[in-house]
């Protein structure tokens, strides 16, 4: 359990230079989108060709994620951090005047590289350099995350629409450099190194457990995120309504993630993203059962506001000081890793089931969903149970 501290956390700019670039990398992301069917007008090719935009830039984050934790280690985490933010904010203003669609695809891998170099550091950070309050820390992100992600798409139409795609990456500079700017003040991760830090950290049953629950938590999440779409249009409703029912979980968490990280603060880590995997397995369970998405919608969106931020802050909190930087690019690689298995799980048994009927189809995943959900509570229990240590 971690130690409770009643007192209230403050907002300050140490935090919006963290938030800023969390809220930067992910409105990238999810606003290119948007400009995809433009990128293959302008280039003369096809969906399937620009579609390595997005791609791409996933894979050069999935790479770079533990070097750059080791580098970090070594070098600092702050001058990581802010050398990222850089050049991402330059990659950025490279891609809108890229002269070709092989130039566009490149640039956008090494900026996914620079985008590890934000994300894959901004949760040891926060919680570094809000020790007292990480559980909180940890929401402010885990919100400005899911803020991001709300806001891309429709920003996104907005700048291709009346400013043509490449507004979509002249954005970046301002807001990158307003990061780079207030970031100087922030906490470093102490470190030992890639292969040091991966020696220490294998070697906490606690952490590695705490680890396995959020790849258990990112493959519900994202397996029913790619269920949702499929079972609702399935039964006859448009595009833009299963969009708008779509918001509920990201603006729940948006709305609730720091409320919940302080609860956990205030609780204990362990205790509060139990709870939050509990209620996963429930809203699971209760939508698949009845078939009704909106009970869905809104108890995964609370167990997700639940769990995230306290089960990120088990995850740090175990980790060695000196293992920080590469504790919080694990955590990165385990959200990925989550993520993955999450959709080429649901998508693989929709394809297998649908046939049979959409409803059996819908009733049978969230049964697996909450099966994986059920995992995520059981590890939480089991690092419970082992020496703490703290």
């Given at each position: 359990?971690?130690?409770?501290?009643?007192?209230?956390?403050?907002?300050?700019?140490?935090?919006?230079?963290?938030?800023i670039?969390?809220?930067?990398?992910?409105?990238?992301?999810?606003?290119?989108?948007?400009?995809?069917?433009?990128?293959?007008?302008?280039?003369?090719?096809?969906?399937?060709?620009?579609?390595?935009?997005a791609?791409l830039?996933?894979?050069?984050?999935?790479?770079?994620?533990?070097?750059?934790?080791?580098?970090?280690?070594?070098?600092?985490?702050?001058?990581?951090?802010?050398?990222s933010?850089?050049?991402?904010?330059?990659i950025?203003?490279?891609?809108?005047?890229?002269?070709?669609?092989?130039?566009?695809l490149?640039?956008r891998?090494?900026?996914?590289?620079?985008?590890a170099?934000?994300?894959?550091?901004v949760?040891?950070?926060a919680?570094?350099?809000?020790?007292?309050?990480?559980g909180?820390?940890?929401?402010?992100?885990?919100?400005?995350?899911?803020?991001?992600?709300?806001?891309?798409?429709?920003?996104?139409?907005?700048?291709v629409?009346?400013?043509?795609?490449?507004?979509?990456?002249?954005?970046?500079?301002?807001?990158?450099?307003?990061?780079?700017?207030?970031?100087?003040?922030?906490?470093?991760l102490?470190g030992?190194?890639?292969?040091?830090?991966l020696?220490?950290?294998?070697r906490l049953p606690?952490?590695l457990?705490?680890?396995?629950?959020?790849?258990?938590?990112?493959?519900?999440?994202?397996?029913?995120?790619l269920?949702?779409?499929?079972?609702?249009?399935?039964?006859?409703?448009?595009?833009?309504?299963?969009?708008v029912?779509?918001?509920?979980?990201?603006?729940?968490?948006?709305?609730?993630?720091?409320?919940?990280?302080?609860?956990?603060?205030?609780?204990?880590?362990?205790?509060?993203s139990?709870?939050?995997?509990?209620?996963?397995?429930a809203?699971?369970?209760?939508q698949?059962?009845?078939?009704?998405?909106?009970?869905?919608l809104?108890?995964?969106?609370?167990?997700?506001a639940?769990?995230?931020?306290?089960?990120?802050a088990?995850?740090?909190?175990?980790?060695p000081?000196?293992?920080?930087?590469?504790?919080?690019?694990?955590?990165?690689i385990?959200?990925?890793?989550?993520?993955?298995?999450?959709?080429?799980?649901?998508?693989?048994?929709w394809?297998?089931?649908?046939?049979?009927?959409?409803?059996?189809?819908?009733?049978?995943?969230?049964?697996?969903?909450?099966?994986?959900?059920?995992?995520s509570?059981l590890?939480?229990?089991?690092?419970?149970?082992?020496?703490t240590?703290?």
């Open positions: 359990m971690n130690p409770a501290n009643p007192s209230t956390p403050r907002f300050d700019l140490r935090l919006a230079a963290l938030l670039g969390v809220v930067l990398s992910t409105v990238d992301s999810s606003a290119l989108n948007l400009a995809l069917p433009s990128l293959a007008t302008h280039f003369g090719t096809d969906a399937a060709a620009v579609q390595g935009a791609s830039y996933l894979i050069g984050s999935a790479l770079a994620f533990l070097p750059l934790s080791g580098l970090a280690g070594k070098i600092g985490t702050v001058r990581v951090y802010r050398w933010l850089a050049a991402f904010a330059v950025s203003q490279l891609l809108a005047f890229s002269p070709s669609l092989h130039a566009l490149a640039l891998f090494i900026q996914g590289v620079a985008g170099g934000i994300v894959g550091l949760p040891g950070m919680a570094a350099t809000f020790k007292e309050h990480r909180w820390a940890l929401g402010m992100v885990s919100g400005s995350v899911a803020a991001g992600t709300l806001m891309g798409p429709p920003l996104g139409g907005f700048l629409e009346w400013f043509g795609w490449r507004s979509i990456f002249y954005i970046n500079l301002p807001f990158g450099l307003l990061a780079l700017i207030l970031s100087g003040r922030l906490t470093e102490a030992v190194g890639l292969r040091e830090g020696r220490q950290l294998i606690r952490f457990l705490a680890l396995l629950s959020t790849v258990c938590f990112f493959i519900q999440s994202f397996g029913t995120n269920l949702w779409p499929f079972y609702l249009e399935a039964g006859g409703m448009t595009p833009s309504r299963v969009g029912l779509l918001l509920v979980p990201p603006l729940l968490l948006m709305l609730l993630g720091p409320v919940c990280g302080r609860l956990s603060d205030q609780r204990g880590y362990d205790r509060v139990w709870l939050g995997a509990a209620l996963l397995m809203a699971s369970l209760v698949g059962v009845s078939g009704s998405v909106l009970a869905g809104v108890g995964i969106g609370l167990g997700r639940l769990f995230q931020a306290a089960n990120n088990a995850v740090l909190y175990q980790a000081k000196e293992a920080g930087s590469v504790a919080s690019g694990l955590l990165s385990a959200r990925v890793t989550g993520q993955a298995l999450g959709s080429i799980l649901a998508g693989t048994l394809g297998m089931l649908e046939h049979g009927g959409i409803r059996h189809a819908f009733m049978v995943i969230n049964l697996v969903m909450a099966a994986v959900a059920a995992c509570g590890l939480i229990l089991g690092r419970g149970r082992i020496g240590g703290e």
